[in-house]
T-cell receptor, first 119, second 116 residues
């Protein structure tokens, strides 16, 4: 069974500080996908990144960066120089893709980390 | 607006009533998903369509729940004989499956259901 753990329930940082959101996952599959989504106060989930299990390269997109480590089953997300607009709940998610193409591709989400950036 | 849309955005109903929600996915997306999110939790998968075929249903989807996607475009989720435990945000997502086995899902704004 697949599982995603986001141990940090809430984090508060002062604007311009860096912050890392942790994500640990469990899966028995060798092929899987990891995602991060942002849910601002308005409520709509916003896709941030997808990473497949064969690509361990870290990725940087502006102030966002992601560190994928299969050895520790972690996919952590860092925001550099945080801004008030980064305040949101961030979800890490996992999907065990079916090679036959017959799978559901459902996402299993963690419980989320609420980030508050204080001006 | 070319994103996923959901209607209504809010629904208040009395216990025992039936409710129906609609989801319009991003045009040409062939996969459509329904999730449920309760306060302080991440979304939980309910069901999934590939075009008009419903390919998987979660154990969370009791026999009071039914979903359809009749022409492979919009989808409806109906809850019969609502219970207070059904109160949640119901999220719809869509994706376009091309070469990748797992593509990113784009979510709608959700329908918040309150059962009194």
């Amino acid at each position: 069974a697949q599982k995603v753990t986001q141990a940090q329930t809430e984090i508060s940082v002062v604007e311009k500080e860096d912050v890392t959101l942790d994500c640990v996952y469990e899966t028995r599959d060798t092929t899987y996908y990891l995602f991060w989504y942002k849910q601002p106060p308005s409520g709509e989930l916003v896709f941030l990144i997808r990473r497949n299990s064969f690509d361990e390269q870290n990725e940087i997109s502006g102030r966002y960066s992601w560190n994928f480590q299969k050895s520790t089953s972690s996919f952590n997300f860092t925001i550099t120089a945080s801004q008030v607009v980064d305040s949101a709940v961030y979800f890490c998610a996992l999907s065990e893709a079916q090679d036959s193409g017959a799978g559901s591709y459902q996402l299993t989400f963690g419980k989320g980390t609420k980030l508050s950036v204080i001006p | 607006d070319t994103g996923v849309s959901q209607n209504p955005r809010h629904k208040i109903t009395k216990r025992g009533q039936n409710v129906t929600f609609r989801c319009d996915p991003i045009s040409e997306h062939n996969r459509l998903y329904w999730y449920r999110q309760t306060l302080g939790q991440g979304p939980e998968f309910l069901t999934y369509f590939q075009n008009e075929a419903q390919l998987e249903k979660s154990r969370l989807l009791s026999d009071r729940f039914s979903a359809e996607r009749p022409k492979g475009s919009f989808s409806t989720l109906e809850i019969q004989r609502t219970e207070q435990g059904d109160s949640a945000m119901y999220l719809c997502a869509s994706s376009l499956a091309l070469r990748e086995l797992m593509d990113e899902q784009f979510f709608g704004p959700g329908t918040r259901l309150t059962v009194l």
